[in-house]
């Protein structure tokens, strides 16, 4: 049965519903979805995705972390994309990372749930497009752009869940938390979402 939370989230759930008998099979959703405690640039992993800005040149935060341990060539590629929209999202090398893709999106500055929801969904579209089966994010937004720990989580976790659901190619989503007020957000949220994690 469907987790009390989205019961009361009806109207975001029915867009993504293929019929009124969809149901969440929660046991292999909540198996995709790992949390993790450290410094994103350091996961051996298919893709990261880099809470970027509309420049892709590089800036601080995460991004300042990615650009810095990819090394300078990753700032010419991202030359040549032309910049990246708030919600759009954007593939490049991982160059002297060890995962093999970067994905770039650009969070909302402040409180837009539908603009943050755009980041997670385009950037695990952009991953599957790339035959990328694992990917981890940061908590993208909640830095220097000021968006609220707690409620960028709940759209975060809510949508990676509502678009695996659908879109089986990724086999494993891991939020990648910096801050261990993040990790006690996401814990908390797990178990109230997959309460067998
Ligand atoms: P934004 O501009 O989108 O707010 P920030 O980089 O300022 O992006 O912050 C986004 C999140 O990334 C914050 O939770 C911050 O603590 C976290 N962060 C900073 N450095 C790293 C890193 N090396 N790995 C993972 N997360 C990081």
Known sequence: TWPEYWQTNKDNIDKYKKSENDKFDMSSLANKISIWE???????????????????????????????????????????????????AKITGGYKLPAKYIIHTVGPRGEKPDKLRDCYINSLELAENNEIKTIAFPCISTGVYGYPQQAAAEVALRHVLLHLEHHPKISRVIFCLFLSTDKEIYEKLLQKYCPQK
């Open 38 to 88: 450290g410094d994103i640039t350091t996961l051996e992993i298919d893709a990261i995705v880099n809470a970027a800005n509309e420049s892709l040149l590089g800036g601080g935060g995460v991004d300042g972390a990615i650009h810095r341990a990819a090394g300078p060539y990753l700032r010419k590629e991202c030359a040549t994309l032309k910049g990246c929209q708030v919600g759009e």
